[in-house]
């Protein structure tokens, strides 16, 4: 009978001196004709040695996806290949699972209950007392780190809150004795920042400290840092630079959209009529002493 290693192709033969190693994949093969010779070698290939049973004529269950299936040619069921063996199903399944878990935990998912507002707590006595207190002296604090305000500002503030005035009052008592709360120092900042740097007229200003609860003596007391010359100057420059930009305008348009600024910053008609008439006068226009038929069609 011939042998079967003549049978082989010449790359798959063992080399010299390495009978009893077969080549890769030749496990199969060699296997059978080994257990057929009833010889003592072992020819099974180092991927068979590690890691599947001798073949002497079953077919091998590999779990290589090369020793077993791939070069040799050898006789596997291929039912644990090296995708099956490496869990992608499994995976699948398990992320399917977890999936569904999660999307029954959402469905299950209750609703959170709105937390409780201060005038809640205070109702049922949950806050009260020196914690009350404390409560509402860090509320008014926060608020006066923000932006400086006023004590009718603050009041109110924590009154929508749900903050009791009996609770409030004595915290504020405290804050203007040591300075926190201040109505004239804040009442003459608005006057400053207002009139240099936008411009109004004390009218508007005065409007503007009645809605932040400045009372009209300490009002009147802030207001008196500008006086007719001042209001005067800063009008006039209002109209300056108002005329500059409107260049090539029609000398109405240019004098109506003047008027009507000067109007919203709270000037009196007739101061605003007298600085246009002058500066387009200035520029060398001819302007009309009443161009829009007096003071009526304002």
């Keep these: 009978m011939d042998d079967p290693l003549d049978q082989m192709p010449e790359w798959a033969r063992p080399l010299p001196g390495e009978e009893g190693d077969a080549p890769i994949g030749a496990s199969g093969t060699a296997g059978d004709v080994s257990g057929a010779a009833g010889g003592t070698t072992d020819r099974r290939g180092p991927v068979a040695r590690s890691g599947s049973a001798p073949s002497r004529g079953k077919p091998t269950r590999g779990v290589s996806g090369f020793g077993s299936s791939g070069l040799g040619g050898g006789r596997s069921s ?53 914690e009350l207190t404390e409560h509402a002296r860090e509320a008014i604090l926060r608020t006066l780190t923000a932006a400086p305000k006023s004590r009718r500002q603050l009041m109110d503030s924590m009154t929508r809150k749900g903050y009791p005035s009996e609770v409030l009052e004595p915290i504020l008592d405290r804050f203007e004795e040591v ?32 809605r932040k609860g400045i009372d009209d003596e300490t009002a009147t007391g802030a207001l008196d840092q500008v006086d007719d010359d001042d209001e005067h100057d800063a009008a006039r420059e209002l109209v300056q630079r108002r005329l500059a930009r409107t260049t090539g305008l029609d000398r109405e348009v240019r004098t109506r959209r003047v008027v009507g600024m000067l109007a919203r910053k709270g000037y009196n008609p007739g101061l605003a009529l007298t600085l246009v008439r002058e500066e387009l006068a200035r520029e060398g226009e001819e ?12």
């Design 179 to 210: 300075g926190l709360v201040d109505d004239a120092e804040y009442a003459g900042m608005i006057v400053r920042t207002r009139h240099g740097e936008r411009g109004l007229s004390r009218r508007a200003i005065a409007q503007e400290l009645r």
């Design 287 to 298: 302007a009309d002493d009443e161009p829009y038929g007096g003071f009526d069609d304002l």
């Design 78 to 130: 291929g039912k644990s290949s090296s995708f099956g063996s490496s869990g992608f199903g499994e995976r699948s399944a398990s992320r399917g699972s977890s999936t569904t878990r999660r999307r029954d935990y959402s469905g299950e998912r209750k609703e959170r209950k709105p937390r409780p507002t201060i005038a809640d707590r205070v109702e049922s006595g949950a806050l009260a007392g020196a």
